[in-house]
Every structure is written in C-alpha cells, then in structure tokens.
C-alpha cells in the first residue's frame, strides 16, 4: 500500500514537471501572437486594410488617428496603418533573405572549421576574426554603398555581416560535438569522416544556431530599417518600416508617423527576442 502511494505520487509529480516544462508563459504567447500578425500583414495585407498604400486623399492629410485612420495619414493623405501594413513584407523578407545567408555561410564555414581544424580552422578563423572587427552595421553600409540602395541589397549586406557570428557559434559547437564518445564509436564502427559529420556531429550541433537564427530574425529587422531610415532601401513610394519612421520625422505636427512603424519595429523585435530566449531556456 506504501509502495503504491508512494508510485502515484512520484507519477503524480513528474506528470506536473512536465506540464511545467511544456506551458507556454504568457509572455511568450503574446510575442508568438505578435509574429503572426506581423506574418499574416506580409502574406495577406489586403486583409487587414482596403486602403491603398501609395494613394490618398489630399484633404485628408495629416489626420490624426481615428476610428478610420487607425496610425493617421501622412503629408499625401495616405493612410499610415496601410502603409506600415503593406511595408512589412519588405521588411520581413529582407530580414528572412538576410538571417538565410548569415546562417548558410556562417554554418558552412564553422563546420568546416571545427571539423577539420588544422590549417584550415586557422585559415577560417582570420577570416572570421577580421568580419568580428568590423562593426556589423558599418559592413553592412559599406556593401550595401557597393551594391546599390535597394532593400534586397539591404538584406545582402545584413547577411554578410551576421555570417561571423554563426561562423563562431557553430565551429564551437562542432568542437563540443567531435570530442563526444559516440562519435568515436562512429569510427570504431567503420564509418568515415563524411558519416560522422552527416550523421554525428550537424544533428547534435545545430540546435543552438537556429536559436541564434531566431534571434537574429528580429536583429535584421532593426538593421534592415536602420539602412533604410539612412536612405539605404528601397526609394519612395516604398513603405518599408525604416523609410516610414524616415518620412515622419520631417512632420513634428504629425508625431505619429514616427510612433506608428517605430511601434511595430520595436514590438517585432521585442516578440522575437523573447521567443528566443524561450527556446534557449528550454532546449
């Protein structure tokens, strides 16, 4: 009877480990809940507004917020909810393109790296030691300065200075991995180098780097709208988020058209910092 009681309590107690290990805490769900509405406007703006983005009303410009001008409208009349709305399918692309080739390039190169090591992590390792020397955000202005002001090349350049960073995390990664017991075992097996890398060391190394990958998700969003507030996106009528904030600080009378993207980015980026420091907590 003791040893009964005691069996249902302990199953007892695991079951509520695990309901407390698999909840999802409110602010997580709220930051999840951000993400998709910021998914769905670039999927499906026309949802969400019947306004255009690039025509307005010219005796409505300048309105304040209201029932039917949710962010105001701007000096042309065109409403800013709309604007913010249809822009963030450009801002959310290039941030995608920009997380892909960071994490990409940056993965293949630490897992060369910290796979093979000898020369070529040597060789690797300056290469990254010198894109950490230079700040992210001034690399990414001198390629974007090369390539030419558009968004996509916005993204390129935001691409190319995160690969340093996943090119350090995964090389320590496969490092950890390699030294592991059961990859040795691999050898012993028969298996080869190629086997042991496919089949060893990328599955139990990446976990971590598409935790980084989220949160430079959100990290490429304030790059990408940092460029184009500098003139380094796409050109009007474009409604990037960073062009918007850009186009509003010219109307002091008209505050919220810099509140309104500048909002939007910072609770974008907010709900992706915290849903990747969720997934880290509970890898």
Same mark, same amino acid.
């Given at each position: 009877?003791?040893?009964?009681?005691?069996? @249902?309590r302990?199953?007892?107690? =695991?079951?509520? !480990?695990?309901?407390?290990?698999?909840?999802?805490?409110? %602010?997580v769900?709220?930051?999840?809940?951000? &993400?998709?509405?910021?998914?769905?406007?670039?999927?499906?703006?026309?949802?969400? %507004?019947?306004?255009?983005?690039?025509?307005?009303?010219?005796?409505?410009?300048?309105?304040?917020?209201?029932?039917?001008?949710?962010?105001?409208?701007?000096?042309?009349?065109?409403?800013?909810?709309?604007?913010?709305?249809?822009?963030?399918? !450009?801002?959310?692309?290039?941030a995608?393109?920009?997380?892909?080739?960071?994490?990409?390039?940056?993965?293949?190169i630490?897992?060369? !790296?910290?796979?093979r090591?000898?020369?070529?992590?040597?060789?690797?390792?300056?290469f990254?030691d010198?894109?950490?020397?230079?700040?992210?955000?001034?690399?990414?202005?001198?390629?974007?300065?090369? &390539?030419?002001?558009? %968004?996509?090349?916005?993204?390129?350049?935001? =691409?190319?200075?995160?690969?340093?960073?996943?090119?350090?995390?995964?090389?320590?990664?496969?490092? +950890?991995?390699?030294?592991?017991?059961f990859?040795?075992a691999?050898?012993?097996?028969?298996?080869?180098?190629?086997?042991?890398?496919?089949?060893?060391?990328?599955?139990?190394?990446?976990?971590?780097?598409?935790?980084? @990958?989220?949160?430079?998700?959100?990290?490429?969003?304030?790059?990408?709208?940092? &460029?184009?507030?500098?003139?380094?996106?796409?050109?009007?009528?474009?409604?990037?988020?960073?062009?918007?904030?850009?186009?509003?600080?010219?109307?002091?009378?008209?505050?919220w058209?810099?509140?309104?993207?500048?909002?939007?980015?910072?609770?974008?980026?907010?709900?992706?910092? +915290?849903?990747?420091?969720?997934?880290?907590?509970?890898?």
């Amino acid at each position: 009877m003791s040893a009964d009681l005691t069996f @249902a309590r302990l199953r007892s107690a =695991g079951a509520a !480990s695990l309901r407390t290990r698999t909840a999802l805490p409110p %602010t997580v769900a709220l930051s999840f809940l951000v &993400l998709l509405i910021v998914v769905l406007w670039s999927l499906v703006p026309g949802v969400f %507004t019947s306004f255009s983005p690039v025509t307005g009303e010219t005796a409505a410009k300048l309105a304040a917020p209201s029932a039917q001008h949710w962010f105001g409208t701007d000096y042309l009349g065109r409403d800013q909810y709309a604007r913010v709305v249809h822009g963030t399918a !450009s801002s959310v692309t290039s941030a995608l393109v920009a997380v892909i080739i960071g994490l990409v390039v940056g993965s293949v190169i630490g897992l060369a !790296s910290g796979f093979r090591g000898g020369w070529v992590d040597t060789t690797l390792g300056r290469f990254v030691d010198v894109l950490l020397a230079i700040p992210g955000f001034l690399l990414a202005v001198v390629i974007v300065s090369s &390539l030419g002001f558009q %968004t996509i090349n916005a993204a390129i350049a935001t =691409g190319v200075s995160a690969v340093a960073v996943f090119a350090r995390l995964m090389r320590v990664e496969v490092i +950890r991995v390699r030294r592991a017991a059961f990859v040795e075992a691999s050898y012993l097996q028969g298996g080869n180098r190629l086997q042991a890398l496919l089949g060893h060391v990328l599955p139990n190394a990446y976990r971590p780097v598409l935790v980084l @990958a989220v949160l430079q998700f959100g990290t490429s969003i304030l790059v990408i709208a940092s &460029l184009a507030f500098l003139g380094y996106g796409d050109p009007p009528p474009a409604s990037d988020w960073g062009l918007l904030v850009a186009s509003g600080k010219t109307y002091p009378t008209a505050p919220w058209l810099v509140y309104a993207p500048a909002l939007v980015i910072v609770a974008t980026v907010l709900a992706v910092n +915290r849903i990747s420091r969720w997934l880290r907590s509970t890898r």
